[in-house]
């Protein structure tokens, strides 16, 4: 079983659709969550941190739900620029290592 | 743009070479970490440098090996490669001060082992 494990997609949605990503990570010890997105060929980019009580920036919604082990994204009104790949990562406590889910691709089109 | 630098961007090395790839962590930080990331998957982690001492390491074998300088800079080197090595590498900086520890990442080093 991998430590990450996402949903690959594709996604295919419209502009201004509602989209959500799931995650599961199986190291309960996991301390630190986060969303990257990494654009075609270039590196992934922290998205967000996922705090324990769920935090929202702008458009993007990250909720923790350490019970289940489980992370989500939602993504509101899409843009044709939201189109990338979204990776779930989580790291242990006091462990710079991080981890990465194999990513979710999204494509938003007009 | 996140200030990690890696050079080369593209490298072309046959099987049984050996590679040095390089990277310049952001101002401020004092933490390298190293990752391959195979088409189609998420990074995999190879290791970290902190104080000029690996402080932590991925699932990869010895032939994969790493510096770091004084200013914070690192070395990746990879001795007998292989095709499986062909990848894009990754180097992220960090701050042992950050509680987070987030990481950000240079744009990589694409390499091709044929």
């Known amino acids: 079983r991998k430590e990450v494990e996402q949903d690959p997609g594709p996604f295919n949605v419209p502009e201004g659709a509602t989209v959500a990503f799931n995650c599961t990570y199986s190291?309960?010890?996991?301390?630190?969550f986060f969303w990257y997105r990494q654009d075609c060929r270039k590196e992934p980019k922290l998205l967000m941190s996922?705090?324990?009580s769920g935090n929202e920036d702008g458009r993007f919604t990250a909720q923790l739900n350490r019970a289940s082990q489980y992370i989500s994204l939602l993504i509101r009104d899409s843009k044709l620029s939201d189109s990338a790949t979204y990776l779930c990562?989580?790291?242990?406590?006091?462990?710079?290592?991080?981890?990465f889910g194999a990513g979710t691709i999204l494509r938003v089109k007009s | 743009e996140t200030g990690v630098t890696q050079s080369p961007t593209h490298l072309i090395k046959t099987r049984g070479q050996q590679v040095t790839l390089r990277c310049s962590s952001q101002?401020?930080?004092?933490?390298v970490s190293w990752y391959q990331q195979a088409l189609g998957q998420g990074p995999q982690f190879i290791f970290q440098?902190?104080?000029?001492?690996?402080?932590g390491r991925g699932n990869f074998p010895p032939r994969f090996s790493g510096l770091q300088f004084p200013n914070y800079s690192s070395e990746l080197n990879v001795n007998a490669l292989e095709l499986d090595d062909s990848a894009l590498y990754l180097c992220?900086?960090?701050?042992?001060?950050?509680?987070?520890?987030?990481?950000?990442f240079g744009p990589g080093t694409r390499l091709l082992v044929l």
């Open positions: 992220a900086s960090s701050s042992m001060g950050d509680s987070w520890r987030t990481q950000y």
């Open positions: 440098y902190y104080r000029e001492e690996e402080n």
């Open positions: 996922v705090y324990s």
């Open positions: 990562v989580v790291n242990a406590i006091r462990s710079d290592k991080l981890v």
């Open positions: 101002s401020g930080h004092n933490t």
């Open positions: 190291n309960s010890a996991s301390q630190s």
